[in-house]
């Protein structure tokens, strides 16, 4: 196991198998939801979103979905080990079907960095820890947009995490179930290539318009993290990290 401190959370991942890399940081630190918000997260992972989200805002009530069981049970240690189960509460099963135990509109926000390929896209790792956490074999985008729709409140709000060349997909799938796009992040890894990755913001009522556009850059050309970069990680109180964006 690696651990690492973020403040007074100690987040602990398995050293093989799925890891997280920087798109939790970018989601917690964009959606940023207020004292008293209800979250709930898709494919949490080791629990890393609600322990970044509890790190700066501790008056929030949290439910955090893992179909994995390893994952999971490295999820609720986490928890555990912060002294945070009677804010987080971590449910192991498939999306579609734990949501059928879920209050209809009780969410103020709704956070996923899920599986971001087709299962027709890239080859698939052998390793199913992984495969399950890259690939749509057990979670695709249609899917989880519909299924979170009557999950949030009016005027609740889902933030998503995907490859930057589904942006218009991702968009097209929420406004379907009249969640409104109403702003997006191009997260680009250097200034001089292409968008690695979108954040997507949208909001369950809300008008049509036009959404907001961002955007953020990761890496320097010499490879140090930007002065934005480095401010969202100062944020977590977080140490600098070594490795890149999730390969897609």
């Known amino acids: 196991m690696e651990t690492q401190i973020i403040e007074q959370a100690t987040i602990s991942q398995n050293s093989e198998g799925y890891r997280y890399s920087v798109e939790p940081f970018l989601l917690a630190h964009w959606a940023c939801p207020t004292s008293g918000a209800k979250i709930l997260d898709i494919g949490t992972g080791c629990g890393v979103i609600p322990l970044l989200l509890m790190s700066r805002e501790a008056d929030l009530a949290i439910t955090a979905v893992e179909i994995q069981n390893p994952l999971y049970q490295s999820a609720i240690d986490n928890v555990e080990a912060n002294e945070w189960s009677h804010r987080i509460q971590v449910l192991e099963g498939d999306f579609q079907t734990v949501a059928n135990d879920l209050e209809p509109e009780s969410f103020d926000w709704i956070l996923s960095n899920p599986p971001y390929r087709k299962v027709n896209s890239g080859k698939i790792n052998p390793c199913r820890e992984k495969a399950l956490a890259r690939h749509e074999l057990a979670l695709t985008l249609e ?24 942006l218009e997909e991702v968009m097209h799938q929420l406004r379907g179930v009249q969640l409104n796009p109403t702003r997006f992040v191009r997260v680009f890894g250097h200034e001089e290539v292409a968008p690695k990755i979108c954040l997507v913001e949208a909001t369950k009522g809300e008008a049509p318009q036009p959404p907001e556009e961002q955007t953020l850059t990761i890496y320097h050309p010499d490879g140090s993290y930007t002065q934005t970069m480095q401010e969202i990680y100062a944020s977590f109180n977080y140490p600098e990290r070594s490795h890149r964006l999730r390969q897609k």
Do not use: E, H, M, N
Request: net charge positive.
């Open 143 to 166: 899917t989880l947009v519909a299924t979170s729709a009557p999950l949030l409140k009016p005027g609740g709000k889902i933030a998503l995490a995907y490859p930057f060349y589904r």
